[in-house]
Each structure stands twice: as structure tokens, then as C-alpha cells.
């Protein structure tokens, strides 16, 4: 029988009893060597971990600055949140300065992030020479705690100032490029002017990933590039737009592949110019090919090819970490070459060798157009194409020796093409045929393909020697996005298909973009529902069991944004997304062809009926544009209302389906706005409404403010409702809610008229109704306990002590207790509840997705 062995410390290993009261002893000594505290601590004597969550809960910046300067503690505390973000609006173009100062905050903020903090440090030292040095004052690490760094639009005229061209601009370069090399804990960087970006900014983004510690965070960056074609001395049409519509141009003679454009045989493409050296080079370089991985990019107005190269390196190195991709190109660029998907075999993607954008020989017609040219580095589009054709040779060879060997026995055989991620069914051809568009691999390009195949081969062996393997890697990658926004974009469908793993995209959004319809048709094709059920399921007695069997849907879409609106895509959203998952739905018509639009019924049958529990956000807008006064009379643009709301479906949107529509925009006939004012209550999780049109209001042009304020006593009425901004025409209102009794600033929602002065005494909010309660006079709202306090009288006794009083007055005063008693809850509650106002903003773009949503850019 084994005896336990004793511990070191004299316990049995067995009975960790002795270690537990050992311990617990210890603690108890440390205990009352502490001292004692009786009273509560203070907020100071808090640990730091939960000041640090106090702080954080304080999000308006000026409550932050306050703090900041009540205590050194809270300061060390309230710094970090102050200076987390650095972001930049610009007011409206029609304030004018006033101020004495004419610096503006842009300056005076990049000022404090470059500079120390030398005014403390320099007056210290100025009024007390023997004073010693402050640590807090040596300098300030402000810079360190952005996280965000946001330069937004402004008035053109204001942005035009700090042109990278012009001496300010250079200026505004130099001192964000200093800023940035302290930011690092940088995660997101937003350059939203349209002036040109120095290559020194970026050359200071990727310092962030050269620290110590090589921890970079900057995950995000959107650029806007600005018009450069005064520098590379192209002309530009007087308007500013190269094409009005979304249509390819595509030169005599050419036909529409799924790449490009594919030239006729007796037609040749330009030759491209020579390259040029860096001093010479009229664009900024480097840009993006020195930053580090990504998860965002955003890069619009693009007006130059060399940004698509510098954007090919940089999608290389973020393949595997990248999930939103924003691509948009310049309106004054959508006419030029390297805008167009072009197809043809003296074509390339990118140029592999050239060490910098200016030294690329290969010019601006590109193999697949812009998106050949993002995804040139993982993907190549001859190579594929190469290979398929290969595969396909091999494949029908089998497939005759096999017929030859056994012509009875029946061959199954299957597509040479391997199946696209998420591909239910394989199909021999690669894209969806077409009208005036051919496949992707024509008998002609097979051929050629074929024959530059074995001259290469034939090149690397001697006489009768086998062909050698290829050693060049095979680019044949896909882009794992989750969110997809392109603007102005030529669409090549094999890029689409074959370098995007639609698998995993959840937000996609098309704005003129040329190609569009049939991007819808090529996804509706491939990617067809499944059943689950792998054969014909058949009841006991043997007869086919009617009910139709559950399908496997191979996308994930989740929102949807586009300002092409047809036929294909309805088809599309009905047929190939699982019902009750789209959440947003953004369909705009803004399409320059005189074709009538889409009829709203079909919308409405192949879309809203389709997700009415899953849509959350939803816009319906067939106006051609924006035009700058819907109200004016002589208005022409009655686009709109062809996707004005029937009766039909105000009453379904209003019927309570959809229990997750937060935001809507729509426009309203307007026989239907009193039924939707009426079953408002109905959708009370609705907090954004935008009503951007109403057809056939009595007199022609309506009030908004009148409209917002209807709806406004609708809320009044049934305080479930949570409808927080109001957008009606050109005006934007904010629903606030008062619950200050005080009646010198509140105003009627109805009127804009003074309310009852009801000061005194405070109203109190009752925790079990919700109501506020109160006793009220007919004459001003006075408080009757109130004043009979006042006056030292026990409301009891007051029969009592006024024996004199006359037998009228104590009969009305009878009277109107049973007027109060009879009618509480219809008169006491308007006077004390909480209050609606209205104040007019500007359309809150950032903070709400229709009302950025409507303007149909990026």
C-alpha cells in the first residue's frame, strides 16, 4: 500500500487544505495593514480602469474639453477621446468670415498636431525664471491618440485654394504628412477634397507600418483624386462630361465580348506612347503601392491610369485581407481608353516590369478594362483563358478516343470548366450569350491560342523532345469582398465572374456603370438556387410527393444599390436571393435613354413581397435626376412619378410586414398621403422617412414644413412611433423631444405659438404609466397646491378657514374638481407630456444611408 509523499512545505499532496488556510491567513494580515476607509470614495479614488469607462460614456466633445479641465487626472483621461478623431467639415459656401481671424480650424489643427506645446512652456518660463520644468509641458502627443483622420468636401471655390498645383496646397501637403508620421494608432485616413494628394502623405502612411513594434492599425483609406488634366495636357469637353450615358463606345465594326472589345481583324489598336522618365512623369508617384495591407479602399475620380497600376499593387498585397473595394472614375476620364474593357491578343492587364507607372509600355487600352487592371496582379485573364482552352482541347480529345474505343456504350461528360465558388450547375459556356455580344472564347481566338501555345512549347525542347511545364506562377486568384461600390465603371462579366468570389459579397453597388443588365443575367445564370434533395422523393404508395423540395441558395447579397433599374435585375433579386434576406435596397432610375422605366408592379412583386421581414432600409426613385426644386412650377422632370406609390403598396408598406424598415424614401400621390399618415403607427420602428415628391397636391407646389408638422402630430398622438428625421422635398427636420416644462424657448409643433406657462411646480414622470402627472387650472395652468401652500393653507381644511367665502365660488370650485376628475387624461397630459418640435437641418448624408443614398454617387 503506497503511502503519500509529503510535500515540500510539510502538507500532504493529498490535502491542499493547510496551502488554502496559509493563504487566506496572508491576506488577512495584508487586510489590516490597509487602512480602513468609512465614507464612499470619490470619483478620483476610482480605480483608473473605471474612470476610463466613465469617460468614455461623455460623447460630445465639448463636455470632453470641460472635463479636461477640471482635474490633471480627468485631463490624462479626456485627451485620448478628445483627440481620437480629427475630422473636418466645411461649412456652406454662403457664410462669409467675420471673425478677425481669417485662420481656419484646418490650420489650426494641424498646427497643434505638428507643434509642441510651447505656449504653457514658454509663459512659465517667461513670468518664472527659476521655476522647474513641468513634465506635462515638454511637449504634447496629441497625435498619437488619432484614430481617424477625415479632410471632407467643401464649396468648390474654398477646396480650389489648396490645390496640390498651387503653393497653399503644397503647404497643406507638407503639414499632414508630418501629422500623420505621429498618428500611430492611425486606423482610418479620409481625403474627400478634390485637390490632389502629395506623394509625401503617402510615403507617411506607410511610415505607420515602419514602427518599432510593427504594429501598424491604419486598416482604411478614401481617396478623392482631383482633375489633372491640366498637368498631363489632356482636353476636356467645356460641360465636364466626356459621356452622358452608361453605354460602351465601341468603335466601327467591333463586337462586345465578355472581356472587352474586341477590334475587327483589319483594325489595330494605337500604338501606346513611350515611357518616360520620374522627373518628367506628370503624376503623383508613389501613391498606394507603399502602403501597407488594407481592409477598405475608396479611391474615386479617377482621371488616370497610372492610379489603377499604384491600386494593382496594392490589391496584391491586401488579396487576403481585403473586404471593401470602392473604384470610381472621373467624369471627365469616362471617354478615354483606359476607362473601356477592351479584349484582343496584343492586349495586357498590367506591365510587369515596368519599376514605376510612367515606365509602362503597354498604354492605356487595357485587357478587361479597369477591373483587368485591379485585379492584374492575381489574376490574369490570358492565362485562364489559356489554360480553359487547353483543358477544353484535352477534354474533347478524351471524349472522341473514348467514342471511337466503345461507340455503344453512352459517355457522360462533363464541363471542362471548373465551376465558379458557390456554382450549383456546371455549363459548358462561360458567359451568358447575348445579342451582339459572343462568348467568352471565340473558334478564331481558340486557334491562335492553340497554335502561340505549341510555337511556345516547340521553342523550349529540342526535335522530338516532350513539352516542358511552365514555370511562371499561375495567377488565377479571388477577391474575397464583402462590400463592392463602383461608379462610372465599363463592367468586363469575366473579370466579374471569374476574379470575385460571390460567395461571400454582401453589398453591391452599381452607378452607371456601363454592362450592368447583363452582369445580372451572367448571375442569374450561374448562380440558380439548388434543391436539397438529390433525386425524386417519392411517397409510400410510389407516387411523386407534390411539395416542392427545399433550396440551397449560393449568395449572400444583403444590400443592393444601383441607378439602372430593369428588368434583368428584378428577375435577379426574385429568382437568386433566398427570400427575407436583402436589407437594403436602393433602386434608383436615372438612366439618359428616352425608354420608359420599369413599372413600379414589378418592383413590387419581384422585390418588396419577396423581403418584406428582412428589408431595413429601402429607396424607390425614377427621377432622371436631382432636380435643384421639385416645387417650382415650371419644373419638366415628371420622371419621378412613374415610380410614385399606388394605394396598393402604401398599404402594404404601412400594414406591418415589414418589422425592420428603418429608413424610406419614397414618392407619394397625393390621395395616398392621409392613408399613410393614418396607418403610420403601423411601422413605429421607423426612425428616417423621405418623401422626396407628392403628385398632384391641391395648388401645385406644397409646404414641407407644413407636411413635417403633420407628421409631427401623428407622433403627438401615438408616442410608440420613433420617426427621428424628416426629409420632405428640399427640407430636412429633426423630430426633438422637450421635457422641459419651462415655456420660454418651447414652441407647438402645430403652430409655432407659446405654450401655457406650467413652471411650478416641476411635472414628475410617473415609473408605471409613463405619463406626467400634475394638478392644473383652467386659468394659466396654476398649480392649486402650489398655491394654497403658498399661502399657508391646508388644502384639507380650506372649507374651514373660509367661512366668509361665497357659496358661488365654492360651487364652481366643486364644478371644476369634477371636470378634472372627469377628463385627467385628455387635458392634464397634452400640458405636461413630452413635447415635439421641429428644427430644419441639412440632409444628415453620414448619418443617414437614404438621404446620401439619393443623390446616386459615391
Known sequence: ???????????????????????IRERDQERKVTPRRDGPLTLLELPVDILQLIVKEITHTNDLTALALTNSALHGLATPLIYSRFDIVWPDGHITATESKSVDALTYGLSTLCLGSAFARTTRRAFQPNSRQVAKFKGNEYAQYIKKFSLGNGPADWVAEYMISKESGKMLGTMVALAIAKMKNLETFIWDMPTGVLSDI??????????????????????????????????????????AGTTALVPQGSHVTAVGIMLPENAAHPSPRPPVSYSNYHC??????????????????????????????????????????RVGISTNAVNRDFAQAWDGSGLRQVDHKAQFPGGSTIGERRLGGVLGVLVGKIYDIRQHRSLRGKMKLVADNASAAENNASPTTPVSTSSSQSPLAGNPSPSGSSEPSQPQQSGDTTAAERGQQNTADKKKD????????????????????????????????????????????????????????????????????????TSLNNGISLSPNGSRIASSPPLQYHLALKSIHTDATTLALVNFIKETLAPNTLEVLFLQDRRRSSSPPIPLAEVFKGCLRRHPQSLRKLLLDSSAKAPTNPNAANNDNTRWRSWALSSEVVQYL??????????????????????????????????????????????????????????????????????????????????????????????????????????????????????????????????VNGGAAANGVDLGDAEDTSEDEDDNQSDDSDEHAEVVDEYDDGWVEPGASVKLRLREILFYDDKVAIFKARHGKL
Open 458 to 529: 516547340g521553342s523550349k525542347g529540342g526535335k522530338g523532345s516532350k513539352p516542358t511545364t511552365v514555370t511562371k506562377r499561375v495567377l488565377d486568384g479571388k477577391l474575397k469582398l464583402q462590400t463592392l461600390e463602383l461608379e462610372r465603371v465599363t463592367l468586363s462579366l469575366h473579370v466579374c465572374r471569374q476574379a470575385l468570389d460571390w460567395s461571400v459579397l454582401t453589398n453591391l453597388t452599381l452607378l452607371d456603370c456601363a454592362q450592368h443588365e447583363n452582369l445580372w443575367k451572367m448571375l442569374r445564370k450561374y448562380f440558380q438556387p
Open 284 to 325: 503623383e508617384y508613389p501613391t498606394f503601392s507603399v502602403l501597407p495591407p488594407l481592409k477598405s479602399l475608396t479611391v474615386l475620380d479617377i482621371d488616370e491610369v497610372a492610379y489603377l497600376d499604384e491600386m494593382a499593387i496594392l490589391i496584391e498585397r491586401s488579396k487576403d485581407t481585403l473586404h471593401e473595394l
Open 202 to 243: 503617402f510615403m507617411a502612411l506607410a511610415s505607420l507600418a515602419e514602427q518599432p513594434d510593427r504594429d501598424c492599425k491604419l486598416s482604411r483609406v478614401w481617396i478623392r483624386w482631383h482633375d489633372n488634366s491640366e498637368q498631363s495636357g489632356i482636353a476636356v469637353p467645356q460641360n465636364g462630361n466626356a459621356v
Open 1 to 23: 500500500m503506497d503511502t503519500p509523499t509529503d510535500a515540500p512545505n510539510g502538507t500532504s499532496q493529498g490535502n491542499p487544505i493547510p496551502v488554502v488556510t496559509e493563504y
Open 654 to 783: 404601412t400594414s406591418g410586414r415589414m418589422l425592420n424598415l428603418r429608413e424610406l424614401a419614397v414618392s407619394l400621390e397625393y390621395k395616398d398621403w392621409h392613408t399613410f399618415l393614418q396607418r403610420l403607427p403601423n411601422v413605429p420602428q421607423l426612425r428616417s422617412l423621405n418623401i422626396a415628391h407628392i403628385a398632384d397636391y391641391p395648388g401645385g407646389n406644397f409646404e414641407p414644413r407644413e407636411l413635417a408638422h403633420q407628421i409631427a402630430d401623428i407622433i403627438t398622438l401615438r408616442s410608440e412611433i420613433r420617426l427621428c428625421y424628416v426629409g420632405v422635398g428640399t427640407k430636412c427636420f429633426e423630430m426633438l423631444e422637450s421635457r422641459d416644462t419651462n415655456s420660454s424657448g418651447a414652441t407647438e409643433i402645430s403652430g409655432g405659438t407659446s405654450t401655457p406657462d406650467i413652471s411650478t411646480p416641476p411635472a414628475t414622470l410617473n415609473p408605471f404609466t409613463g405619463q406626467m402627472n400634475g394638478i392644473f387650472t383652467t386659468s394659466g395652468f396654476a398649480n
